[in-house]
């Protein structure tokens, strides 16, 4: 059974960096044909493909957001981590991590919420 867990701050600042976290168990993020994505939901809104990583190292963003976004992993913990520069109040949402194949959505972790405060 695959297994996800979001961590990280529930308030950031506005300007500041948004780091989150997850940590997968049951799967290894490097296995083939598995991508590992982003995805947040901000209040009242539908849901945002933010970027994703594939075979711990590939990685692909939305465009609207490449410019700020950059996924990472830790193949030794199993994590992946998500890093977002210059939030706005906009960027409050529900964060989660999921895994995919071929935008087939099948496991999701409970996800975060991110509140982006001044």
């Known amino acids: 059974q695959v297994q996800l867990q979001e961590s990280g701050p529930g308030l950031v600042k506005p300007s500041q960096m948004l780091s989150l976290t997850c940590t997968v168990s049951?799967?290894?993020?490097?296995?083939?044909?598995?991508?590992w994505s982003w995805i947040r939901q901000p209040p009242g809104k539908g849901l945002e493909w933010m970027g994703a990583?594939?075979?711990?190292?590939?990685?692909y963003y939305s465009p609207p957001l490449r410019s700020r976004t950059s996924i990472s992993s830790d193949t030794t913990r199993n994590q992946f981590s998500l890093r977002m520069s210059s939030v706005t109040p906009e960027g409050t949402s529900l964060y989660c991590c999921?895994?995919?194949?071929?935008?087939?959505?099948?496991?999701w972790g409970q996800g975060t919420q991110v509140t982006v405060y001044s």
């Open positions: 049951g799967g290894s993020i490097t296995t083939s044909p598995y991508t």
């Open positions: 990583i594939v075979y711990g190292c590939l990685t």
């Open positions: 999921a895994r995919d194949v071929d935008w087939s959505f099948n496991y």
